[in-house]
C-alpha cells in the first residue's frame, strides 16, 4: 500500500508540473512573451534547459505596458508624440516624496502629446483616475485635438510612468506625492497655463493642484471628480452594511491597503482573464451608452491589465486619500470658498459619483462655476458617450474657443444641475 500511495503522489506532481508548464506556456503566448525554452551552457559545455520567461506568475512587464499602449493609441488617427519626461532624481532618503527609496535613479511621467496645427489653440492637460492610466481617453483624443493641443499623463506610479517605492505615511505626504510630481512635470514642459482636466481619482488631484497653483491653472475641469463627500456624508444603508461581519472584513482590507491590483497580481496567470471578465461587464452587459466594439474591448482589456499587474506604487495611495466607501479624509468641499480657478463639473447621468456634493460646494464657490450632467454616460462618461462628453467640454471652455464666449445655451443633450 505504501508504495502505492508513494506512486500517486509521484504521479500527481509529475501531471501538476506538467499542467503549470502547459498554462504558463498558453500564459506566455497571450501575452507575447517567449514561448520556447531557453538553453545555456554549462561549465562542461552542457546543454541545460530553463523555463525563466514560462514559469513567471505574472505575465507582464515595462515593455509590455508600452506595446499595449501603442496598440490601443492605433485606434487614434491624429498624429502625437509619446514621451518619458524627466522630473528629476534624488538621493534615498530625500525629503522629496517620490526619491524615498533605495534608487536614485530619475523618475519619469509618461506623456503624450497632440499638436494642434493652430498655434493658438489652447493646451488642455488630462489626468486620469484611479486603476486608469492615460489611454482610458483613447476615444476622446481625435474629437479634443481638432480644437486644442491635447496633453495626457500617466500619474507617478501609474501606466507607463516610473513607479517609485511608495513610502507615504500620511495624507498630507500623500497628496504632495501627486501634486509636486506633477508641478515638476510642468516645469519640465515649460508649460505655463492650461485648462486642466482630471476624472475621478484624477479630478481630486486636479482641484489639489490648482488650490496650490492657481496661477498655472485657466480652467478647471472635473469629471465624476471624487473627494468632495465625507463620512458623515455616508447613507444609512452603508453605514449598517458597515456594522455587519462582511463590511468589517471589507473594511479592515481597506486600511490594511488591500488594492484591486493586489488581487489582480495574486491571481498571476488567470489575472488576464479576470480583467476581460470586468471590461467585457463594465463596457459590454453593463454598459451604457455607445459600447466598445471587438477591437476596442480587447485592446483597453490588455492595457488595463498590464498597467494593474505591474509593480505596485502610486496604487498605495488609496487608504491615506479614502476611507472605506471611497469617503474622502480630506474632502475637498471644506476648500471650496478658497477656489480661485473657474471651474466645470460634468457627471454621466448614471455616475456613482453624486453631483449634489458639487451643488454644496458650488454654494460656497467665489469663482465661476457649473455643473453639466450628460446623458447615457456612467463614471467613464468619456467612454460611455464620448460625443456627449466632447460637447460639455467644448460648452465648459468657450471662453477660449469661440468668438461667443458669452452664450450660455448648453448643446442639445446636455443638462444643467
Not at 506538467?18 to 498554462?23: F, G, N, P, V
Not at 508624440?81 to 522629496?96: L, T
Not at 449598517?240 to 479592515?252: D, I
Not at 485592446?299 to 498605495?316: C, M
Request: aromatic letters at 12%.
Amino acid at each position: 500500500m505504501s508504495l502505492i500511495r508513494r506512486w500517486r503522489k509521484s504521479s500527481t506532481k509529475i501531471a501538476m508540473a506538467e499542467e503549470l508548464r502547459t498554462a504558463a506556456a498558453a500564459t506566455a503566448t497571450a501575452t507575447g512573451a517567449a514561448t520556447a525554452a531557453q538553453t545555456t551552457v554549462d561549465s562542461n559545455g552542457r546543454k541545460k534547459w530553463t523555463w525563466p520567461s514560462l514559469l513567471r506568475w505574472i505575465p507582464t512587464s515595462t515593455d509590455h505596458i508600452i506595446a499595449s499602449e501603442k496598440r490601443l493609441l492605433s485606434l487614434v488617427k491624429t498624429p502625437f508624440v509619446v514621451e518619458q519626461v524627466n522630473i528629476g532624481s534624488g538621493p534615498p532618503g530625500s525629503k522629496i516624496r517620490w526619491f524615498r527609496s533605495a534608487s536614485d535613479e530619475p523618475r519619469f511621467i509618461n506623456t503624450v502629446t497632440f499638436d494642434n496645427k493652430d498655434e493658438n489653440s489652447p493646451t488642455i492637460v488630462m489626468v486620469h483616475g484611479y486603476g486608469a492610466s492615460q489611454g482610458f481617453f483613447f476615444r476622446n483624443f481625435d474629437a479634443l485635438a481638432r480644437r486644442f493641443r491635447v496633453i495626457a499623463i500617466d500619474q507617478l506610479g501609474w501606466g507607463g510612468s516610473s513607479r517609485p517605492d511608495f513610502t507615504c505615511k500620511s495624507t498630507e505626504e500623500t497628496e504632495e506625492w501627486f501634486i509636486d510630481s506633477f508641478e515638476a512635470w510642468r516645469k519640465a514642459k515649460k508649460l505655463d497655463s492650461f485648462i486642466l482636466l482630471g476624472h475621478s481619482f484624477g479630478g481630486y488631484v486636479a482641484a489639489k493642484y490648482a488650490l496650490k497653483h492657481p496661477e498655472h491653472v485657466q480652467h478647471l475641469i472635473l469629471v465624476g471628480s471624487a473627494g468632495f463627500s465625507a463620512e458623515t456624508d455616508m447613507s444609512e444603508r452603508l453605514t449598517q452594511f458597515r456594522s455587519t461581519w462582511k463590511g468589517a472584513v471589507l473594511n479592515h482590507l481597506w486600511e490594511s491597503n488591500f488594492t484591486p491590483q493586489k488581487l489582480v497580481r495574486g491571481l498571476g496567470p488567470w489575472g488576464p482573464n479576470l480583467v476581460h471578465k470586468y471590461t467585457s461587464a463594465r463596457f459590454g452587459s453593463y454598459g451604457t451608452g455607445e459600447l466598445l466594439n471587438e477591437e476596442e474591448s480587447k485592446l483597453l482589456t490588455d492595457y488595463i491589465y498590464h498597467t494593474l499587474a505591474a509593480k505596485g506604487s502610486g496604487e498605495l495611495c488609496l487608504k491615506y486619500i479614502f476611507s472605506f466607501g471611497a469617503f474622502a479624509r480630506k474632502p475637498l468641499l471644506h476648500s471650496a470658498s478658497e477656489w480661485k480657478v473657474p471651474t466645470t463639473f460634468i457627471y454621466g447621468y448614471h455616475d456613482w459619483m453624486s453631483y449634489q456634493g458639487a451643488q454644496e460646494a458650488r454654494k460656497h464657490m467665489k469663482v465661476p462655476c457649473e455643473i453639466i450632467r450628460v446623458p447615457e454616460g456612467g463614471h467613464f462618461v468619456f467612454i460611455d458617450n464620448a460625443s456627449g462628453f466632447h460637447s460639455a467640454v467644448f460648452h465648459a471652455c468657450r471662453r477660449f474657443l469661440s468668438p461667443d464666449p458669452d452664450n450660455e445655451s448648453l448643446p442639445e443633450g446636455l443638462t444643467s444641475a
